[in-house]
Each structure stands twice: as structure tokens, then as C-alpha cells.
């Protein structure tokens, strides 16, 4: 089984082709669709090494890393597809745009892949060194990057949603051990709700997560040396470890470089250098709950060093002092996602929509209320949205719980029916998310369950296939079932 995400794996996907490629020849052995869910189950793979590729408009193409089938056991594979930014096609009529038929997007960006790092001509090998590759993004006499005419220090900066900048000088407040890096990108005029904290552009980083097979790979192991070989200019050499530390449920991602960088100032007699030394740490967990429940956790550490931090033309090795510095940084992710059912904002796409409804179906458990669940909504929303929320309840019934224990009831006809054909099976009474005229029944004092007998092997994924593109029972499950059924409604009936 595949669960085919976007957004560092925080978006189930749907609708998204996936085909099944046998390596290392590459043909395709089968093909579909990923459902509501984002999940995509190919059904009896004979064992071997395979691959999946995911094509989704709007998408990048996405091949995953590859994994083993092995004879009776089931592969779990996360395949994250990343956006693809096209430019739109605009219509010139004569008549001028009044200021409602504006046609100016609400956030124009570039974007670049951190394997550019890996092939580039870069001067140094940090994504601070990528960003001068966009357009609109140049580097200072100083040093300092220039993001759309900006100054420095109006720009903001996000990793993976968290926001840093260095609050006393306005400069981005870390470094990423080069493999850590996923892409870079800049957003123009990011006015949307979900940013702030700057005056001309947003730099986001998004940084790579584990992986489902375990790899282990060094970089950057030549050092750049001066001219004539007089010394090591520069000595980056890197170190990646990603893997499953559990198999389909929690991935690790562990990055180290070593920095060692001369920067000779020519203006100056024997051109001194200033000297940056650095050991950069990246660490980050991420833990797949459930299908929408998602935590993940990152720790940076980037302690470094310079030696003469601010010699330039006027300023000689004697009057510049050495910088040192100990900066890490660590967040939590907590993601939680409800089904927006229906989703209702706005009259045109170039129009921010003053107001928004969202339609959610929820199951609530026997034992909870209203009230309590609104308080659910209201906190994960946090305070400032839940302060302009109205939450109105429109339809609602009251979770019911059939008599399983009374002995003379319905309840033991039915265990006592699978104990019978199955010796070893063990009935339990569940709770049915799905909803069913039943409950009106019981509300009625008539005892009803729901009794569909199948025996499935244990890696069978039956419960996940509800209302999925490939909705199926075994018919040796189907045989097994059908013979319980017949014996529970004989032994209820005398």
C-alpha cells in the first residue's frame, strides 16, 4: 500500500496516477488511481524490487526511493509529490481594469531544488549561496542578501512554517547542513493571511524528511585550495543518515557538515583572509499517527566562529575583532486535519473572500457532546482565529452503544456463532464510525449490531478500503462468512 502527500507529507493527495514499476527494467506492471485518502493498493505484487511513479497535473513527476515486496508481508510506501509552478495566461482586452478586476495574484514566487547545490557553481555550499540564483535576489558590497530592491533587513524567513530572523540585526538567523535542504523559495508579495513579519519578500525553506529505506551518504570530500595550492581555502565535507527508524510510521532525517571557509579581502597587503569555521547539525523525526494525524519535531544546531567578522578595505586585521556564536533552533509540529466537506469563500480567484464556510462531518464518540467537540475545533484553530470563528451546529444525534453485555442478548448469539467455525477467534464488540438507520432501532429498546462475518489474512488492509476505488472483499473470506451467518441467524431464530 501507497499514501501519495504533498507538503511535506502533510496533504493526502487524491486523484493522483501511480504506477507500479518493476527494477530495474522500469516497465510498469500495473496502474491507478490514489483514492480520497490519498492511499493506492496494488493487490497481490509477486515478490521482487519495485518502485512507484506518481503524475499528477500541476505536480512534479515523483518517483520513490526503491522498496523490497517480500513473499506474505506488505510494503508501506510514502511517496511526497512536490508543486509545479506554471506561468498563467492573461488576456489583454482594451477597456482598463477597474480596481475590482485587478488580475495581480496573491503571491508570485521562484523556486529552486536543493540538488542545485550538488551541481552548481556556488561560492559557498549553504542555500544562503543558492538564493542569488533566483531573480530579484542579489548579494550587497557587504555581504548581505537583497531580496525584490529590499533592504536586509525586510525580509522575512520560514523553515518549514517556523519564522527566523535574527531579531536584532533583520538577517536570516541559521544555517542548514546543505543536504537538509529540499528547495528554496521566494515568495514576491506573499499578502495572504498565513504570512507576516516582513516588508518585501518571504524566503521559505522547506528541508528533506526520512526516508522509507535507509541510506547513508557523504558529499563535499575535496577541499578548494588557494592559488598556487599555498593553503585550504575551503573544506565543507558533509555527512546525511535518513531512514525508517519504524517502518511506515516513524522516519528519521540527520545532516552534519563541517565548515571551513577563507575569504581573502584583495584590497588589502597579502590579502588577509576572514575565517569561518562552523559544524552544522540537523535532526528532524516525523511520526504518521494516522492518516490525518500527523507530529514532527526538528533540532538545528549551527554554532560557528570568524576571525576578523568585519575586516574590509578600511578596516585592517588589527581593528576587526572575532566572532563567536553558539545558535540552534527547535520546533514541534503538531498536524491535525479534519474534513473540510464542503468548502464555501469568495466570488472570484483574484479576490481575497471576506468570509469562509466550511462544512465538516464528524462521528463524535459515545460519551462526548457538542459543546466539548466545539472546544476541540475552537483549539485547534488557536485563539486569534477562534476569536472571528461562528460555529453552528446543523445536524446532530447522539452517539449510541448497543447492549453487548447483557448475556441473554443478541450480542453472545452472534461471539458464539464465530467461536464456533473459528476455535481460536476472539469476538470483540467495535464502534462503527459510518452511519446506519439502526440507531433510531435502538433508541426503540431493539438490540442491533452490525455482523458482516469475513476471516481475512493478517496482512489484509480490509478496513482501509472503505469506499476506496478498489472497495473489495476475498472470495475465501466471502465463503468463510457466509456459513457464520447462516449459524447466527439459526441459533437467534431457535
Same mark, same amino acid.
Given at each position: ?216 551518504? @557523504? %558529499? &563535499?570530500?575535496?577541499?578548494? +585550495?588557494?592559488?598556487?595550492? /599555498? $593553503?585550504?581555502? #575551503?573544506? !565543507? ?128 464518540? @459515545? %460519551? &462526548?457532546?457538542?459543546?466539548? +467537540?466545539?472546544?476541540?475545533? /475552537? $483549539?485547534?484553530? #488557536?485563539? !486569534? ?110
Amino acid at each position: 500500500m501507497a499514501t501519495v502527500t504533498t507538503l511535506e507529507g502533510t496533504v493526502q493527495l487524491s486523484g493522483t496516477q501511480v504506477e507500479l514499476r518493476e527494477q530495474p527494467s522500469g516497465a510498469v506492471l500495473a496502474m491507478t488511481r490514489s483514492d480520497g485518502a490519498g492511499h493506492v493498493v496494488f493487490p497481490d505484487v509477486p515478490p521482487g524490487r519495485y518502485t512507484l511513479g506518481a503524475v499528477r497535473a500541476g505536480f512534479v513527476d515523483s518517483v520513490s526511493t526503491a522498496f523490497d515486496v517480500r513473499a506474505g508481508e506488505a510494503a508501506n510506501v510514502l511517496l511526497d509529490v512536490q508543486l509545479t509552478f506554471t506561468i498563467p495566461t492573461v488576456d489583454v482586452v482594451a477597456k482598463a481594469p477597474s480596481p475590482t478586476d485587478s488580475i495581480q495574484p496573491v503571491s508570485m514566487s521562484d523556486m529552486l531544488d536543493g540538488t542545485l547545490m550538488e551541481s552548481s557553481p556556488l561560492e559557498g555550499d549553504d542555500f544562503q549561496s543558492l538564493l542569488p540564483l533566483l531573480p530579484g535576489v542579489v548579494r550587497g558590497a557587504d555581504g548581505r542578501l537583497r531580496v525584490k530592491g529590499g533592504q536586509p533587513t525586510q525580509a522575512a524567513l520560514q523553515v518549514s512554517t517556523a519564522s527566523l530572523v535574527d531579531p536584532s540585526t533583520g538577517d536570516f538567523d541559521l544555517e542548514l547542513p546543505a543536504p537538509s535542504v529540499e528547495s528554496v523559495e521566494v515568495l514576491a508579495n506573499p499578502f495572504a493571511a498565513e504570512f507576516g513579519r516582513f516588508a518585501t519578500s518571504v524566503t521559505q525553506i522547506r528541508t528533506r524528511r526520512g526516508t522509507d529505506e535507509w541510506e547513508v551518504k @557523504p %558529499g &563535499s570530500l575535496m577541499p578548494r +585550495f588557494h592559488k598556487g595550492f /599555498r $593553503g585550504i581555502r #575551503g573544506f !565543507e565535507p558533509r555527512l546525511s543518515v535518513r531512514g525508517p527508524l519504524q517502518r511506515g510510521r516513524l522516519f528519521l532525517a540527520q545532516d552534519w557538515q563541517y565548515r571551513f571557509v577563507e575569504t581573502p579581502v584583495k584590497s588589502l597587503p597579502d590579502e588577509p583572509d576572514v575565517e569561518l569555521t562552523s559544524f552544522d547539525s540537523f535532526t528532524r523525526l516525523d511520526a504518521i499517527l494516522s492518516a490525518r494525524h500527523t507530529v514532527g519535531g526538528a533540532l538545528i544546531i549551527f554554532p560557528r566562529n570568524i576571525n576578523q567578522a568585519t575586516m574590509n578595505t578600511f578596516r585592517p586585521p588589527e581593528t576587526t575583532p572575532s566572532l563567536d556564536q553558539q545558535g540552534w533552533s527547535s520546533g514541534l509540529l503538531d498536524r491535525f486535519a479534519l474534513s473540510p466537506n464542503v468548502v464555501q469563500g469568495g466570488v472570484k480567484f483574484n479576490v481575497i473572500p471576506g468570509s469562509a464556510t466550511l462544512e465538516i462531518d464528524v462521528r463524535r464518540l @459515545p %460519551g &462526548s457532546d457538542e459543546v466539548a +467537540f466545539e472546544d476541540t475545533i /475552537r $483549539g485547534l484553530l #488557536g485563539p !486569534e482565529l477562534a476569536a472571528i470563528t461562528d460555529i453552528e451546529l446543523v445536524i446532530a444525534s447522539d452517539p449510541l452503544v448497543a447492549p453487548y453485555e447483557d448475556p441473554d442478548g443478541l450480542y453472545p448469539v452472534l461471539a458464539n456463532a464465530v467461536r464456533a467455525h473459528d476455535p481460536e477467534g476472539t469476538p470483540l464488540p467495535i464502534m462503527a464510525p459510518f452511519g446506519t438507520d439502526a440507531k433510531h432501532l435502538l433508541g426503540l429498546g431493539v438490540p442491533v449490531f452490525g455482523f458482516s462475518p469475513l476471516r481475512q489474512p493478517p496482512e489484509e488492509t480490509y478496513l482501509e478500503r472503505w469506499h476506496g476505488v478498489d472497495e473489495r472483499v476475498s472470495i475465501d473470506g466471502l465463503r468463510w462468512g457466509l456459513p457464520v451467518l447462516y449459524d447466527a441467524v439459526r441459533r437467534f431464530c431457535g
